[in-house]
């Protein structure tokens, strides 16, 4: 079966989250085409639940995505301030 | 709703709730498309609102006022890292005087020759644990039966006790032993060191000799213990099992067993792929068929305490404590960084130290790639060689495919051993791990039980972490 998924909405990122989950289980070719790509899936038998699924699990690595890009630097923040030497970390120097 | 900023966190779907979870570990149940709404910034609900600040999920600040305590926090879940290695694992000997059907050790007859430590070995084994900076030492002597070998076991303990008159530290001792030959002699020396004995007990009679190899091993097992409950006392004995194909079908006879032999806990331990245990046909059917055991048994665990019987599991006890505490645990299989040399170095009968346990059993195989050097070594040699600091590039789940963006990453940890003994590399491949299979499996249900039978379960969990 083939998945046709939109770049602009999904990242190679989500993309391949989704896709190293499923790899023990099918052989999974990727084609880019322009802002398109092609995912040719081998194995798999029931083509409906096959593809809910992988959209479920697609959408969840996107917001997933989402919370890491707007928490990436608190949480280095966070990181430094439990193993690091860094009590003075001011919310400007954060912000410049 | 006021304007808010995520904190990190991620989240996973049971029994039809979003389970979110920090970085802490801290969890929070919320109705299917609470995430959705979080990150769309159109929260309509004041009370998850709150809930969510309170629990380090947003804040209402770019910087979060309360940011050193949510650090302070992160830092204590990983305190074990910050004292060193604990424990010490002593293989005195491959001897040994059962023929468990899935010896992990590659254990040896007991009139083998040439595979025990010998007194120099130990000397040289304490002195290197001492090397360790944690201000607590746990010696745990394994085998074979480490039993066969009182007068090292003695030797080891005195000759520690004397180095510890310097150094100061907090000195415990642990005795796994399968309780067939606890000698009087023996007794004395852990009564007088305050020595706990591990012991190991599959289930009932018809399960235990049969795993044991011998028709009288339950008798005799049942026989050491109560002999080390009488000199030790009862709290100095505890027991391991290992769950067999043959135990699979027992899970409410071996807790039973158990409990009718005054035991307060079980730990059901699925078989490690190590020793002859490798051997096992089929390890797809085995982990599935474990998976179905651990419920079925956790299940009836939860029944004897509504019944008014105080008995837990310490598998899901320590993933209760990860979940409800803010401390860290000392279980070196649910560590990230990894347990091993973090938290456990070997000391083996060959002369070589290991990083694991497991480590050692493989090497019986012919398989040294996690032999970290002579005991004879420096210690910065063989805990910061480069072993283990290849090791270390790949021990924490923070930073591993498939681990990394894995919800319920705070719960598990990560295990380079296992890794490479199953899968062929340190890295791992979690879609087809069994341990991760496990765990998830396992953490899931726990996680199921507490969002549906709240009122049921959660009295009887936090009993059991007091």
Redesign the interface.
């Known amino acids: 079966m083939t998945l046709q998924i939109d770049r602009n909405i999904y990242s190679d990122n989500c993309i391949s989250?989704v896709v190293?989950?499923?790899?023990?289980?099918y052989a999974i070719s990727r084609y880019l085409e322009g802002k398109k790509e092609l995912l040719v899936i081998e194995g798999a038998c029931d083509e409906e639940s096959f593809r809910k699924s992988f959209f479920e699990k697609l959408n969840?690595?996107k917001?997933?995505e989402?919370?890491?890009a707007?928490?990436k630097d608190?949480?280095t923040?966070?990181?430094a301030?439990?193993?690091g030497d860094f009590d003075d970390i001011t919310?400007e120097e954060?912000?410049e | 709703m006021k304007r808010y900023a995520l904190l990190p966190f991620n989240f996973t779907r049971i029994s039809g709730k979003e389970v979110l979870i920090n970085e802490l570990g801290d969890m929070l149940i919320t109705p299917i498309g609470s995430v959705q709404k979080i990150v769309d910034h159109s929260l309509d609900n004041e009370e998850l609102y709150k809930s969510l600040v309170a629990n380090f999920f947003i804040s209402e600040e770019l910087l979060p006022s309360l940011l050193d305590v949510y650090a302070s926090r992160l830092r204590l879940k990983k305190s074990f890292l910050d004292d060193r290695t604990a424990l010490h694992i002593f293989v005195l000997t491959l001897r040994c005087n059962q023929n468990c059907v899935y010896c992990q050790a590659s254990s040896r007859e007991e009139n083998s020759i040439h595979c025990s430590m010998t007194p120099e070995m130990m000397e040289t084994s304490v002195k290197l644990m001492f090397r360790s900076p944690s201000p607590s030492l746990t010696m745990e002597f394994q085998g074979g039966e480490p039993s066969l070998e009182p007068k090292i076991i003695k030797y080891g303990i005195e000759l520690a006790e004397e180095i510890n008159q310097q150094e100061c530290r907090k000195l415990s001792y642990v005795l796994c032993s399968n309780c067939r030959s606890l000698s009087d002699e023996l007794l004395q020396i852990c009564k007088q060191y305050h020595v706990l004995i591990s012991t190991s007990l599959d289930g009932p009679s018809c399960i235990h000799n049969k795993n044991r190899g011998r028709e009288d091993s339950y008798e005799k097992t049942m026989a050491g213990i109560q002999k080390a409950r009488e000199v030790l006392g009862h709290e100095y004995v505890s027991a391991l099992m290992t769950t067999s194909e043959l135990a699979l079908d027992y899970p409410k006879e071996i807790v039973d067993e158990y409990v009718n032999d005054g035991f307060t806990d079980i730990f059901l331990r699925a078989l490690n792929p190590y020793g002859l245990a490798s051997d096992n046909e089929d390890w797809d059917k085995y982990n599935e068929r474990f998976i179905t055991f651990y419920k079925e048994a956790l299940e009836y665990i939860i029944e004897k305490n509504k019944q008014g019987i105080f008995f837990r599991e310490d598998y899901a006890t320590i993933i209760l404590r990860k979940m409800l505490t803010p401390y860290t645990t000392g279980f070196v299989d649910l560590q990230s960084p990894a347990g091993t040399v973090n938290s456990v170095l070997i000391y083996n009968y060959d002369g070589y130290v290991y990083a694991s346990d497991e480590s050692r059993m493989l090497a019986e195989n012919g398989d040294f790639t996690f032999r970290l050097g002579k005991i004879s070594d420096k210690y910065e040699d063989i805990v910061y060689g480069e072993k283990v600091r290849n090791m270390g590039k790949i021990w924490a789940n923070e930073a591993l495919a498939g681990c990394s963006d894995c919800p319920i990453r705070a719960y598990c940890g990560a295990d380079p051993v296992r890794n490479h003994s199953t899968q062929g590399d340190m890295y791992g491949f979690r879609p087809s791990s069994f341990v991760c299979k496990k765990n998830k499996a396992i953490i899931e249900y726990i996680i199921s039980l507490m969002i549906e039978r709240e009122d049921e379960v959660m009295p009887i969990f936090r009993s059991w972490l007091r």
């Open positions: 989250k190293y989950w499923l790899s023990n289980q969840d690595y917001l997933r989402i919370i890491d707007e928490t608190i949480r923040i966070l990181y301030k439990a193993f919310e954060i912000t």
